[in-house]
């Protein structure tokens, strides 16, 4: 989990409520990710960014946004457009972006949100 | 398109015996593959990758993955398990040109005393 920070662990949201998650890295690295975890279905791809001031949409991204307005930091907001958000979030880093597929991905401790 | 599959939800093992974590992908082209392992409301941890070269990858913490393409199988392995092993493990393949990782759905490993 070194050099990659996520806060908060916990997080509660009410039904139509906007939330953000916040991650950090102090790795340099280019590429950052979200990823989403569901029991039984492993990791899911929410976004992910290559550089600063770009990002994509992975998977499943409908009802998330990102931001990517410094190297070291990639927030996700998850909208109240997001039907079943409670999950565990994961945020993880890779050295560089740009189709550098033989990068290892460094995951943050990640967020739990419960919707209540 | 590409896949993993990890067949097995849970697998248990006594200590000191060796342990196998089954993994088989599907990709076009060449794969590569990655094992992770996840301790409880953990980030996951890189364990070890094969990108290519020897099939035999060593990694952290003792662990080892055999790449086999005719039987498309990335398998992780260690001689001796420890009960600390215990933990949640993702195998994860890309390929050339393609910057995500996908997972599979992971697998439990239980090792008791």
């Known amino acids: 989990d070194g050099g990659i920070t996520q806060s908060p662990k916990y997080l509660f949201r009410k039904e139509g409520q906007n939330v953000t998650l916040s991650c950090e890295q102090n790795l340099n690295h280019d590429a950052m990710y979200w990823y989403r975890q569901d029991p039984g279905q492993g990791l899911r791809l929410i976004y992910y960014s290559q550089i600063v001031n770009d990002f994509q949409k992975g998977d499943i991204a409908e009802g998330y946004s990102v931001s990517r307005e410094k190297k070291e930091s990639f927030p996700l907001t998850v909208t109240s457009a997001q039907k079943n958000p409670t999950a565990f979030y994961l945020c993880?880093?890779?050295?560089?972006?740009?189709?550098?597929?033989?990068?290892?991905?460094?995951f943050g401790p990640g967020t739990r949100l419960t919707v209540l | 398109a590409q896949s993993v599959a990890q067949p097995e939800d849970q697998v248990n093992v006594a200590e000191g015996n060796p342990l196998t974590v089954k993994c088989t992908y599907s990709v076009s082209g060449n794969p590569y593959l990655f094992w992770y392992v996840q301790y409880p409301n953990r980030g996951l941890q890189f364990l070890l990758k094969y990108i290519t070269g020897d099939n035999l990858v060593k990694g952290s913490y003792g662990f080892e993955a055999e790449f086999n393409k005719s039987q498309t199988s990335f398998h992780l392995k260690k001689p001796s398990a420890l009960v600390s092993d215990s933990a949640l493990y993702f195998c994860a393949v890309s390929r050339p040109g393609f910057q995500k990782l996908v997972f599979g759905t992971g697998t439990r490993l239980l090792v008791s005393p």
């Open positions: 993880a880093s890779s050295p560089f972006g740009l189709d550098r597929s033989t990068d290892t991905q460094y």
